[in-house]
């Protein structure tokens, strides 16, 4: 389930749409899966791995035989859930700009004269094929 779909998704095409929740399907994170890695991976920094914080993954891995990242994990187990809320909101967002600037939506404004039945230019006032004035 995708509970981070961006509001300027609201434009999109089913197309569009169908793309958005393929790549956020693909890379998303679990929270509970975040959970678990801190709870008994965490010595190891697997959490941080896990949302792409790779420095703080090698700085637990490092220290591990100390203990302290161990203790450190079972702390940020509680905050799992909401950092992989956050991290998935800006994968959400990154997606839908990436998609923007790979399909732009062209609005096409555009609607028939009332004289002489040319397309013409929605905000026009005058027909530019028969010069009559355009009603609104
Ligand atoms: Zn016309």
């Given at each position: 389930?995708?509970?981070?779909?961006?509001?300027?998704?609201?434009?999109?095409?089913?197309?569009?749409?169908?793309?958005?929740q393929?790549?956020?399907?693909?890379w998303?994170?679990?929270?509970v899966?975040?959970?678990?890695?801190?709870?008994?991976?965490?010595?190891?920094?697997?959490?941080?791995?896990?949302?792409?914080?790779?420095g703080?993954?090698?700085?637990?891995?490092?220290?591990?035989?100390?203990?302290?990242?161990?203790?450190?994990?079972?702390?940020?187990?509680?905050?799992?859930?909401?950092?992989?809320?956050?991290?998935?909101?800006?994968?959400?967002?990154?997606?839908?700009?990436?998609?923007?600037?790979?399909?732009?939506?062209?609005?096409?404004?555009?609607?028939?004269?009332?004289?002489?039945?040319?397309?013409?230019?929605?905000?026009?006032?005058?027909?530019?094929?028969?010069?009559?004035?355009?009603?609104?």
């Amino acid at each position: 389930m995708i509970a981070t779909t961006p509001l300027l998704a609201a434009g999109w095409n089913d197309q569009q749409r169908a793309a958005f929740q393929a790549q956020m399907s693909a890379w998303q994170k679990d929270e509970v899966v975040g959970v678990l890695f801190a709870l008994f991976l965490g010595t190891f920094g697997a959490h941080h791995f896990y949302l792409r914080r790779t420095g703080l993954g090698i700085l637990y891995c490092c220290f591990f035989w100390t203990g302290l990242p161990t203790l450190v994990s079972m702390i940020e187990a509680f905050f799992m859930p909401e950092r992989v809320r956050e991290y998935n909101a800006q994968l959400a967002a990154y997606i839908a700009a990436q998609m923007g600037t790979v399909t732009p939506a062209v609005a096409v404004y555009s609607r028939a004269c009332p004289a002489c039945g040319s397309t013409i230019n929605a905000d026009a006032n005058f027909c530019s094929i028969c010069g009559s004035k355009i009603t609104k």
